[in-house]
């Protein structure tokens, strides 16, 4: 089986249901489950007290630590410019992190992203460069310099239709080509999610699946945790 990460809350909120970890220690809860079903790592958005995402040093540290304390595995967490949408203050907050993620992923799409890439090397920690389909990411990714030293490419598939997804995917794996001999992790959101995980697995690159990227279960039915859906993923 590839490596499934489980992304386990992403941007989404209260308005998305119980079952969506927020806090520190839901998030180490689903993060154990998800890991006793199969994943090989955690991906997550530590939250403010109201929901919304955040870069702040203390959310980052409570959020690792409680994950850490549950799950042995690779932790990470993102840097999307919604959490903070300066990129210099995007800087100044991970400059300022008390407790380092094993790795944080960098959309390179967005303003700053390789000032932002730059500043998790300097403190030794992994990048998972997100490269979206629709955005020029790809491309960017092609010429910078940074490239060669990331941890990963996180391939996003953003096209949600379950019929196109996959032609999407495929288009976008074009485009990024040899990735700087980095690996790629392939994933998609929402109604394209599983057509692009099947793709991942046929084509034998690592995936992820949770909360973030979609609510239902390959059949439809609302995932009742985020560890039901890492275990509809390995049994693919």
């Known amino acids: 089986m590839v490596l499934v990460q489980a992304c386990l809350n992403g941007a989404r909120g209260a308005a998305d249901g119980a079952v969506v970890p927020l806090s520190p220690g839901a998030l180490a809860e689903a993060a154990a489950e998800a890991v006793a079903a199969g994943a090989a790592e955690v991906h997550v958005h530590p939250k403010t007290p109201c929901g919304q995402d955040t870069l702040s040093p203390r ?22 410019a919604w959490a903070e949408p300066d990129p210099a ?38 990048v998972e460069a997100g490269l979206w389909s629709g955005t020029d990411g790809a491309e960017r990714f092609a010429a ?17 239709g379950p019929a196109s997804a996959e032609g999407t995917a495929r288009a976008l794996l074009a485009a990024i ?32 699946i949770g909360l973030e ?4 279960l390959p059949d439809g039915e609302r995932a ?6 890492v275990a509809a993923a390995v049994a693919l």
């Not at 407790?99 to 730059?118: F, I, K, M, T």
């Not at 990227?213 to 239902?216: E, G, K, P, Q, Y």
Request: glycine letters at 8%.
């Open 89 to 126: 203050a995007r800087v100044a907050r991970i400059e300022a992190w008390t407790v380092l993620p094993d790795h944080a992923s960098v959309n390179w799409h967005e303003p700053g992203a390789e000032e932002v890439a730059a500043a998790l090397l300097a403190r030794g920690v992994g």
């Open 177 to 208: 080509g040899s990735a700087h001999g980095r690996p790629v992790l392939l994933h998609g959101e929402e109604a394209g999610a599983w057509p692009v995980l099947r793709l991942a697995v046929r084509l034998g690159l690592a995936t992820r």
């Open 59 to 80: 959310a980052v540290a409570a959020t690792l630590d409680a994950v850490r304390a549950r799950a042995a595995v690779p932790v990470g967490v993102t840097t999307g």
């Open 224 to 229: 009742r945790s985020n560890a039901e859906l």
């Open 144 to 160: 910078s310099p940074l490239a060669p030293r990331v941890l990963r490419v996180l391939a996003e598939v953003t096209d949600p």
């Open 213 to 216: 990227d979609t609510l239902v």
